[in-house]
């Protein structure tokens, strides 16, 4: 399985992005797909999930409302359409594949990951 995510940059506050993650080697229909981010100096934290089996999506509470997962099967892609983003929200945007029906947020669950996209938002 591998996993390309896109679409970072750099926008003021109150900008909006949207990521995309290309997945190849399996459907995205048979993983669970989750985006990390790590800002320079800090951990990797996740901030969204959006599960294989039945589309339950799951968000980090400083992103609730702001930012939306969803999926397009045709073309195999999970986006993330990030709003109102603010400067904490820095950082490099990984996505990853994991088993299906799993919604963990550690890291550790996840099997394979992308390269990440590096979203700067500063004004």
């Known amino acids: 399985v591998q996993l390309q995510a896109s679409g970072g940059g750099s926008v003021q506050p109150g900008g909006s992005l949207r990521l995309s993650c290309a997945v190849s080697?399996?459907?995205?229909?048979?993983?669970?797909i989750a985006w990390f981010r790590q800002a320079p100096g800090k951990e990797r934290e996740w901030v969204s999930i959006?599960?294989?089996?039945?589309?339950?999506?799951l968000y980090r509470e400083s992103v609730r409302g702001r930012f939306t997962v969803s999926k397009d099967n045709s073309r195999n892609t999970v986006y993330l359409q990030m709003s109102g983003l603010k400067p904490e929200d820095t950082g490099v945007y990984y996505c990853?594949?994991?088993?299906?029906?799993?919604?963990?947020?550690?890291?550790?669950?996840?099997?394979?990951w992308g390269q990440g996209t590096l979203v700067t938002v500063s004004s």
């Open positions: 990853s594949a994991g088993l299906p029906r799993l919604m963990a947020t550690s890291p550790g669950y996840y099997d394979y």
């Open positions: 080697g399996a459907s995205v229909d048979s993983h669970t």
């Open positions: 959006i599960a294989s089996s039945d589309g339950s999506k």
